[in-house]
């Protein structure tokens, strides 16, 4: 019997290897692969690597459901397409405004809001409406609760903070300013109304302590990122130090200096026209 | 700009970008009467776990960066194994704290299942930071690119 459950749960971390960690693997090699490469077909395949690694992931839940990795994929699938909806929209609003390469036509501007719009009231409906993500009936995605105060908090905070970049650093920026003081005002707002009104699934409580956490999480990895970057630099100079100095080489003869002279004189001036 | 202007700006672009938290919390601490729903041991422990893993995952994403630069000096070995022992010690310290006891283990039956949990919980917050980042530099240049535009020759028009 013993035999029969360590077989079942090896087979369960091969499974979540080769459907879980593979596919996520997959992902940052493809693209790294299409960047690092000249040639078209390289590219195409770096690309469709990384295609097929997030596809995979937003497979896992019926792929390996025993698996609580596989929440970070149905997380995935749920998240993609109103992120996607909104990204896009940005793009098309971005690039049908004044631009001096690459401009779309006006009419896209249009759509761009409304794919935006669309987005974005599909991510809040997840909060109050009947589009929360769940695993199975009443089971909310746990991961739902890092990703969407997170985002929340984050873009509060950088467009508040881009709105004062604007203002102090831009010149004549006070109307962009006021878009991003818009967008931070939003965030927050959608903020408070979490802490205060229960969704359908989400209570208050829950959010106020998720987004606590969420906080908690996003100083961690600030701390975490710099010192990685601080061991990575103090590497690389305690290395770079430790090289011998360049051979110095000795300074240029009096012929030398001569035929330097020649060759930039013969390349000054020019005929008169 | 002068220094101390600079000094200044630099303050109050600090300042902007944790206006929001503070205010939602000075909001939550005036509606409630105290600050409520965070349980201080909890944060910690998100907070520890957050620290470890991101040290470590992103002290691999620069040993993976040392490839690049390798190239322009003879692919040196002494920084690879300064990274790798670096890698190595974030690995090591993950385990090492996990394993202490209720710690830093959150919801997670064994040392794996929480390591497991918090790379998973590290890529769907990188996620988040990622899409909000996109969207505030998207919104950004949408704002900027929605204006008449300016014309930097006005002193040659003349």
């Known amino acids: 019997m013993n035999i029969r459950v360590s077989s079942r749960g090896m087979d369960e971390m091969l499974q979540a290897l080769f459907l879980f960690w593979i596919p996520v693997a997959m992902v940052p090699l493809g693209l790294w692969y299409s960047m690092s490469t000249s040639l078209q077909t390289s590219t195409s ?11 995979l992931i937003c497979l896992s839940p019926w792929t390996i459901p025993s698996s609580p990795s596989s929440a970070a994929g ?36 249009k759509l761009g809001v409304l794919m935006t719009g669309v987005g974005f009231v599909w991510l809040v409906g997840m909060h109050w409406w009947i589009l929360t993500p769940q695993l199975s009936p009443n089971e909310i995605n746990p991961y739902w609760f890092v990703f969407w105060p997170t985002f929340l908090l984050l873009t509060s905070c950088l467009a508040s903070f881009s709105a004062v970049t604007l203002l102090m650093i831009g010149e004549q920026r006070k109307a962009e300013s006021n878009a991003m003081f818009l967008v931070s005002g939003l965030s927050c707002s959608l903020l408070l109304l979490g802490l205060n009104i229960d969704g359908p699934l989400i209570t208050a409580n829950e959010f106020r302590e998720h987004l606590w956490l969420a906080g908690a999480d996003m100083v961690g990895i600030a701390v975490g990122t710099m010192l990685s970057i601080l061991v990575f630099a103090l590497v690389i100079y305690s290395y770079e130090r430790s090289l011998p100095p360049p051979k110095s080489i000795s300074p240029p003869t009096e012929s030398e200096l001569k035929q330097v002279s020649s060759v930039i004189a013969s390349h000054l001036g020019g005929e008169e026209e | 700009m002068k220094e101390t202007n600079l000094a200044f700006t630099w303050r109050m672009m600090l300042l902007a970008f944790l206006l929001p938290p503070l205010l939602i919390l000075a909001i939550d601490i005036t509606c409630f009467g105290s600050f409520k729903g965070s349980d201080s041991s909890v944060s910690f422990t998100r907070f520890s776990n957050a620290t470890l893993t991101a040290y470590t995952l992103c002290s691999l994403f620069l040993m993976g960066n040392l490839f690049f630069y390798g190239e322009s000096r003879n692919r040196p070995l002494a920084p690879l194994v300064g990274m790798l022992l670096a890698t190595a010690l974030g690995v090591l310290a993950t385990v090492f704290f996990i394993g202490q006891g209720p710690m830093l283990l959150e919801d997670n039956g064994s040392v794996r299942a929480q390591a497991i949990y918090n790379v998973v919980h590290m890529f769907v917050s990188t996620g988040a930071i990622f899409v909000a980042i996109s969207v505030v530099l998207g919104v950004t240049f949408s704002a900027i690119t929605s204006q008449k535009p300016r014309s930097n020759f006005e002193l040659e028009e003349e």
């Open chain 1, 45 to 55: 395949q770096g690309r469709f690597l990384a295609f097929s690694g997030v596809v």
């Open chain 1, 74 to 109: 149905h997380l995935l699938g749920a998240i993609i397409g109103p992120c996607m909806l909104i990204l896009l929209g940005i793009y098309l609003i971005s690039f049908s405004g004044n631009v001096p390469v690459g401009k779309l036509p006006r009419s896209d501007r």
